[in-house]
Nanobody, 123 residues
Framework: QVQLVESGGRLVQAGGSLRLSCEVS????????MGWFRQAPGKEREFVAA????????YLADSVRGRFTISRDNAKNTMYLQMNSLKPEDTAVYYC????????????????WGQGTQVTVSS
């Protein structure tokens, strides 16, 4: 059974930084992309960032480009999202996902989702 477990979310002041992690267990994937999505209260889930299997290709949403960085450590089956210069509008539940990099970068999540981690940015 595949499990994706996010961690690292918490309350932070505007301008601060957080690092989210997503660990995959239960199955060994090969040549898969990973991505982050988020959902704010009352809004639809939206794409945040995606990374290819080797990690050489990344793609970020316009709203976070220049502030967020996505990375992964395949030896640890873990993906990261470094979030800097956080804004109140970044407040959301952040979810990780496994799927095709090509699909992720156009906002199409794969079949496997984590339970989410709450990020709250205070003004």
């Amino acid at each position: 059974q595949v499990q994706l477990v996010e961690s690292g979310g918490r309350l932070v002041q505007a301008g601060g930084s957080l690092r989210l992690s997503c660990e995959v267990s239960g199955r060994t994937f090969s040549n898969y992309g990973m991505g982050w999505f988020r959902q704010a209260p009352g809004k639809e889930r939206e794409f945040v960032a995606a990374i290819s299997w080797i990690g050489g290709s990344t793609y970020l949403a316009d709203s976070v480009r220049g502030r967020f960085t996505i990375s992964r450590d395949n030896a640890k089956n873990t993906m990261y999202l470094q979030m800097n210069s956080l804004k109140p509008e970044d407040t959301a539940v952040y979810y990780c996902n496994v799927g095709s990099f090509r699909a992720l970068r156009v906002g199409q999540g794969g079949d496997y989702w984590g339970q989410g981690t709450q990020v709250t940015v205070s003004s």
